[in-house]
């Protein structure tokens, strides 16, 4: 038996996220800052369970002309 602690190196991005950034309006971080802040969520959280739900909930039309 070993006394040592064997500790496996971790791999970025190996637990099924990825980082990114993302420019969005002041208005739009705000309102989420307010929904993290009513919920007790992180930011990052409620912007993936944000995101997952607008996936989820949209469809692909016909071309929009302006």
Known sequence: MSSKLLITKKLRGDDGYRVFSVRLKTDTLERINALAEDTGRTRNELIGMLLDFA??????VGEQHN
């Open 55 to 60: 996936l989820e909930h949209s469809e692909v």
